[in-house]
């Protein structure tokens, strides 16, 4: 999670993309391999709001219903 938007890892590479890109949104990060970001995508505005998730009292997080 970042900014309050969640991304989902490209196995083949430290990219990370938004988790909305098969609805079209082409956000993305990339990582180095401590999880610092290196490298913001020129085109990393998403074009929806971020999901909305809970987070309880160990720390997770529970996605909410929209």
């Known amino acids: 999670m970042l900014n309050d938007y969640t991304y ?24 180095d391999r401590n999880g610092i970001i290196i490298n ?8 929806h709001p971020p999901p909305k998730y809970y987070q309880t009292s160990s720390g ?3 996605k909410l219903s929209s």
């Not at 989902?8 to 990582?31: D, E, M, Q, T």
């Open 8 to 31: 989902a890892k490209n196995p083949k590479s430290h990219i990370y993309y938004c988790s909305k890109k098969n609805k079209g949104c082409k956000a993305r990060v990339k990582l």
């Open 40 to 47: 913001k995508a020129e085109d990393s505005t998403h074009f």
């Open 60 to 62: 997770e997080y529970i």
